[in-house]
């Protein structure tokens, strides 16, 4: 075996381990539930905040209840510095799909991103633009979630 010969084979290794698939969408643009739009509906005061997980799933991706877990902790972080709805909401999804869907797991990293603010509207609780999100069809089984710091 020559140098260049083990050389070309690191090379093919690398990139097929760089070539997994991954499944992207987002939000968009910061958008505020209809609710909790228009003037005096909120408080001027809003306070950025940042929520970024990493989920490993088993055998399907459901994107809407991972953003709803998101969210949630998100919305506690608000709540514990006296805010009680999120506005300007945007989130990010990236999922890792596995070679072998049978016995690996999706990687799959959330972003959500909202200021807090008050109101004496309720929160909805409930993640905006689902009509964006990509799932992985099946039934999905939460193996780990990571939180990450922003």
């Given at each position: 075996?020559?140098?260049?010969?083990?050389?070309?084979?690191?090379?093919?290794?690398?990139?097929?381990?760089?070539?997994?698939?991954?499944?992207?969408?987002?939000?968009?643009?910061?958008?505020?539930?209809?609710?909790?739009?228009?003037?005096?509906?909120?408080?001027?005061?809003?306070?950025?905040?940042?929520?970024?997980?990493?989920?490993?799933?088993?055998?399907?991706?459901?994107?809407?209840?991972?953003?709803?877990?998101?969210?949630?902790?998100?919305?506690?972080?608000?709540?514990n510095i006296g805010a009680n709805v999120l506005v300007?909401?945007?989130?990010?999804?990236?999922?890792?799909?596995?070679?072998?869907?049978?016995?690996?797991?999706?990687?799959?990293?959330?972003?959500?991103?909202?200021?807090?603010?008050?109101?004496?509207?309720?929160?909805?609780?409930?993640?905006?633009?689902?009509?964006?999100?990509?799932?992985?069809?099946?039934?999905?089984?939460?193996?780990?979630?990571?939180?990450?710091?922003?």
């Amino acid at each position: 075996m020559t140098v260049s010969t083990v050389t070309n084979a690191f090379v093919k290794l690398r990139r097929s381990t760089s070539k997994a698939e991954s499944i992207d969408s987002t939000s968009g643009g910061p958008q505020t539930h209809p609710l909790l739009q228009g003037e005096g509906a909120t408080s001027k005061r809003k306070i950025p905040l940042v929520q970024n997980d990493i989920f490993f799933c088993r055998d399907a991706v459901d994107v809407p209840k991972l953003l709803r877990g998101s969210r949630a902790s998100l919305f506690e972080r608000a709540e514990n510095i006296g805010a009680n709805v999120l506005v300007d909401e945007s989130w990010e999804c990236s999922i890792r799909v596995p070679r072998d869907r049978r016995h690996g797991s999706f990687k799959v990293q959330v972003r959500y991103h909202a200021s807090a603010s008050r109101s004496s509207h309720p929160d909805p609780k409930k993640p905006v633009a689902l009509d964006r999100v990509q799932n992985v069809s099946g039934l999905m089984t939460i193996v780990d979630r990571e939180e990450l710091s922003p």
